[in-house]
C-alpha cells in the first residue's frame, strides 16, 4: 500500500528533500580539476629539469621566469631544447586523450582511439612514402609545402593524414551509422598498412631503419618553428571538442536518443571526427604515432571523476593526458642513463599496469558502453 | 473534447531507398492525438507499429501527407523545436558507464539549455520534479547499469518528461518487465498524462494490459489499415479477430484475449463447481476439449470431488468403472491414455 500512496501523491506534492545537497551535482567540480592542473604543472616542471644535464626546479623557475640562470648554458637547454619538447608532450597528450574519448563516445566502444578513424594511418604512409620511397620524393615534398628546414617528415606525416582525414570526413557525412565510419576506418589503415608492407618489402635497411625509428614515437623532434603549427592545429581540435561537448553528452545515450533530443546528427558526426582526427592527425605527424595515450587517458579519467559528463571529462582529458605524457617523456629519458628509450615502449609498460591497478582497484569500468 | 495535440493527414509511412522502389507500410491515415489521452498501439510483428512512431515522432520523414503537432506541420519544424514538443523511450538499452540517473533526466533538458548544457535553476527544478513524479527520487545517485529493469524504465520516463514534451512517444515500454512493473509502468503513464495534459502514445504486445488501461487504441492491421477506438468499440466490432487473425488463434469476445489453441476436438462433460472446475475446464481446453455442462449426452464425464484446496477428480468413460486423479496434471495423461 505504501508503495501506492507514494505514487499517486508524488505528483501533485513531490516529496523533495529540502537540502539541495542531497542531490547529485552536475558540471564542473573545480577542487578536482585544480589538483589535476596541479599535478600537471608540477610534471612540466620535472621535466623541464631532468635530462642529460640536471638543471634544479628552483633554476628552472627563475629561468621561466626571465631571471638569470647560475649557468648561461641552463636557459639555452631550457628554451631551446627542453620548453618546446614538453610543450609537445603536453600539447600532444591532451590531444590524444580528448581524441580518444571522442571516438569512445562516438562509436559507444570502450576499444576505440584516435587511431580508428584511420589518421594516423594515413600519416604512416605519408612518412614511409617519404623515407622508403627514392629521394625524388623527398625534395618534392619539401618544395610543395615551402617550408625551410628538416620538416620533410612532419610534412609527409600532415599530407597523408590529411588525405585521410578528408575522405573521412566525406564518409561522415554519407554513411548512416557510426559503425559503418568505424568499419570504413579500419578498412583505410588496412589499405595504407599494405602499402607500407610493400614498401618496406622493396626497401633498403637504412631506410627500413629510419622508418621503425619514427615509429618509435618522439616529442623531441619538435622545434618553435614546428610548434608555430602543432599549437593551433590543436588548439583548433580542442576548441571543436569544448563546442561539441553538448552533443557528446548527448551521443551517450546512443544516436537515436540523440536524435530524439534535437541533436543533428550528421553535424555532430562530421564535428567529432573533424576534431578527433585533426588532434591525432597532428600528433602523429609531429610526434609519430603514440600508442596507448588515446585509449587509456579516458578511461583513467572517468575512474578518477566517476562522471560519464564531457563538460567534466574534456577538460580532465585534457590535464591527465598533458601529465601522463609529461610523465612519459620523464621515464623515456632513463635519467640516470644516456640512452633515450623509444616512447612508444615506456607509455606502454608503465602506463597499463597503473591503469589495469586503477580500473581494478576502483572497479569503475562495469557498464561503460555495455562492458 | 480536450485539445487535439497530434493530428495526422493523409499520412503515409515507409522507406524511400535512394534506389529501387518506394516501400509504403501503410497509407492515408488520418489519426488524432488528445491531451491527457494514453493511446496504445497494437498490432502484429512487422506491421509497422515502429515505422508509425517513428514518424510522428519526426524520425522519420513520411513518404506522404502531413503531421499536424500542435497545429505546425512536423516538416517545418527543425530538430531542437521536436525535442521541445516530443519526447521518447526507445526499446535499445542505454548502455552507459559512470551516468547518475540524475544526470540522466538531466540529459532531457538538452532542448532547452543554451550550448554548453549548463543546467540553470529551472531546469534542476524541472528534473527534480521528473523524477519524484515516477517515484525515483531515492534513485537520483545510483548509477544507471545498476538498476533493474523496472526502475530504469522508469528512470527513461522521467528522462522523456523532464524533456517538458507536448507528446510522449513510448516504443514497447513494457517488454522485458515482469506482470506487476508493467501495470505499474501504465498506471504511471495514465496518471502522467491526465495530470499532466499530455498526450501519450505507446506500442505494446501487451493486449490484456492495453484492453484496460488505454484511452484509445490504434489497432494497425497487416496492409497497413488502422483502426482507432476505446478498446471496447474495438472489441464489439469485430476488429481484433480482423487483425491478428492467424490461423490457431482466435480472440476470445466475452474474455477479452485470445486462444492459442485449435477448436476443441472433442465434448466433455464436467462436473463440480468453484474454482477448481474452472482451471479443469481450462486444463481441458489446453487439451483439446470442450467442457459442457452434463445435461447433454456425452461419453466421456469428469467430476470434481474434494473441497477447494484439496481437489480430486473421477473419470467416467461408457460403462468402465470409474477411475481417480489427484492432479490436472494426471488428468491430461489419463484422458490422453483413454483417447489412445
Known amino acids: ?371 | 473534447m480536450s485539445r487535439a495535440i497530434l493530428a495526422t493527414e493523409h499520412l503515409s509511412i515507409g522507406y524511400a531507398p535512394r534506389r529501387g522502389p518506394r516501400r509504403i507500410v501503410a497509407s492515408n491515415l488520418n489519426l488524432t492525438l488528445h491531451a491527457g489521452e494514453v493511446v496504445c498501439l497494437l498490432g502484429p510483428n512487422g506491421v509497422g507499429k515502429s515505422t508509425l512512431l517513428r514518424t510522428l515522432v519526426g524520425m522519420q520523414p513520411p513518404l506522404d501527407g502531413r503531421v499536424w503537432l500542435d497545429g505546425v506541420d512536423l516538416s517545418t519544424l527543425s530538430a531542437r523545436e521536436i525535442a521541445r514538443r516530443v519526447s521518447v523511450v526507445l526499446t535499445e538499452r542505454v548502455e552507459v558507464g559512470q551516468l547518475t540517473v540524475y544526470a540522466l533526466v538531466a540529459l532531457g533538458r538538452h532542448p532547452h539549455t543554451d550550448w554548453t548544457g549548463r543546467l540553470t535553476p529551472h531546469d534542476e527544478e524541472v528534473v527534480r520534479r521528473a523524477l519524484a513524479a515516477v517515484d525515483a527520487v531515492n534513485l537520483a545517485g545510483r548509477l544507471v547499469h545498476e538498476l533493474s529493469d523496472g526502475e530504469r524504465q522508469r528512470v527513461m520516463v522521467a528522462r522523456a518528461l523532464a524533456q517538458e514534451p507536448l507528446v510522449m512517444a513510448l516504443d514497447e515500454p513494457t517488454a522485458f518487465l515482469d506482470l506487476p512493473r508493467r501495470v505499474e509502468i501504465m498506471r504511471l503513464l495514465r496518471r502522467l498524462a491526465h495530470e499532466t495534459q499530455r498526450a501519450m502514445i505507446l506500442s505494446t504486445h501487451d493486449l490484456d494490459l492495453a484492453l484496460r488501461s488505454a484511452d484509445l487504441l490504434w489497432l494497425m492491421a497487416p496492409g497497413g489499415s488502422v483502426h482507432a477506438g476505446a478498446p471496447e468499440d474495438l472489441v464489439l466490432g469485430g476488429a481484433f479477430e480482423a487483425t491478428f487473425a492467424t490461423e490457431g488463434i482466435s480472440f476470445d469476445r466475452h474474455q477479452g484475449h485470445f486462444r492459442i489453441h485449435p477448436p476443441t476436438r472433442r465434448r466433455i462433460a464436467l462436473m463440480g463447481d468453484g474454482v477448481a472446475r474452472e482451471w479443469t475446464a481450462r486444463a481441458l481446453e489446453r487439451a483439446g476439449y470442450a467442457a459442457v455442462t452434463p445435461d447433454e449426452p456425452v461419453e466421456l464425464c469428469i467430476t470434481v470431488t474434494g473441497d477447494g484446496h484439496q481437489p480430486c477428480w473421477e473419470v467416467r468413460t461408457n460403462g468402465d468403472a470409474p477411475q481417480h486423479v489427484q492432479t490436472l496434471h494426471d488428468l491430461v495423461a489419463l484422458m490422453r491414455r483413454i483417447e489412445g
Not at chain 1, 110 to 127: N, Q, R, T
Not at chain 1, 316 to 321: D, E, F, S, T
Request: glycine share 10%; net charge positive; aromatic share 6%.
Open chain 1, 1 to 371: 500500500m505504501a508503495q501506492k500512496r507514494s505514487i499517486t501523491d508524488t505528483f501533485q506534492e513531490p516529496a523533495m528533500p529540502t537540502s539541495i545537497a542531497s542531490w547529485p551535482r552536475l558540471g564542473l567540480r573545480p577542487l578536482a580539476l585544480a589538483a589535476m592542473c596541479g599535478v600537471m604543472i608540477l610534471a612540466f616542471l620535472l621535466s623541464l629539469s631532468f635530462g642529460s644535464v640536471r638543471i634544479p626546479l628552483e633554476q628552472v623557475l627563475t629561468i621561466l621566469l626571465g631571471g638569470e640562470a647560475e649557468r648561461a648554458s641552463w636557459t639555452t637547454i631550457i628554451y631551446d631544447f627542453r620548453l618546446p619538447k614538453a610543450l609537445t608532450a603536453a600539447l600532444a597528450g591532451a590531444a590524444l586523450g580528448v581524441s580518444g574519448l571522442q571516438m569512445q563516445t562516438l562509436f559507444r566502444n570502450p576499444l576505440a582511439d584516435p587511431f580508428v578513424l584511420g589518421v594516423s594511418s594515413g600519416a604512416s604512409l605519408g612518412v614511409a612514402l617519404v623515407v622508403l620511397s627514392v629521394g625524388v620524393a623527398n625534395t618534392t615534398l619539401l618544395a610543395v609545402t615551402g617550408l625551410i628546414g628538416n620538416l620533410s617528415l612532419a610534412a609527409a606525416a600532415s599530407i597523408g593524414a590529411g588525405a585521410v582525414l578528408a575522405l573521412v570526413l566525406t564518409l561522415a557525412q554519407r554513411v548512416q551509422n557510426s559503425v559503418t565510419l568505424l568499419i570504413l576506418g579500419l578498412m583505410i589503415g588496412y589499405i595504407t598498412g599494405a602499402i607500407v608492407s610493400l614498401l618496406l618489402y622493396f626497401s633498403i635497411a637504412e631506410r627500413i631503419q629510419a622508418y621503425i625509428a619514427w615509429g618509435f614515437g618522439s616529442f623531441g623532434g619538435v622545434t618553435w618553428s614546428r610548434m608555430h603549427v602543432l599549437a593551433p592545429v590543436v588548439g583548433i581540435g580542442l576548441l571543436l571538442a569544448l563546442i561539441l561537448t553538448k552533443s557528446l553528452n548527448a551521443l551517450l545515450l546512443g544516436e537515436a536518443y540523440a536524435r530524439s533530443l534535437g541533436v543533428d546528427i550528421r553535424r555532430a558526426r562530421t564535428g567529432i571526427v573533424a576534431s578527433s582526427a585533426l588532434l591525432a592527425g597532428a600528433v602523429t605527424a609531429f610526434c609519430g604515432p603514440i600508442a596507448f595515450l588515446g585509449i587509456a587517458i579516458p578511461h583513467l579519467c572517468r575512474a578518477l571523476l566517476r562522471s560519464a559528463d564531457h563538460r567534466l571529462l574534456i577538460p580532465a582529458c585534457i590535464l591527465v593526458g598533458a601529465t601522463t605524457a609529461l610523465l612519459a617523456d620523464l621515464f623515456a629519458q632513463a635519467p640516470g642513463m644516456s640512452v633515450v628509450l623509444p616512447l612508444n615502449a615506456i607509455t606502454a609498460l608503465i602506463g597499463a599496469p597503473t591503469v589495469i591497478w586503477i580500473l581494478l582497484r576502483r572497479g569503475v569500468e562495469r557498464g561503460t558502453f555495455g562492458v
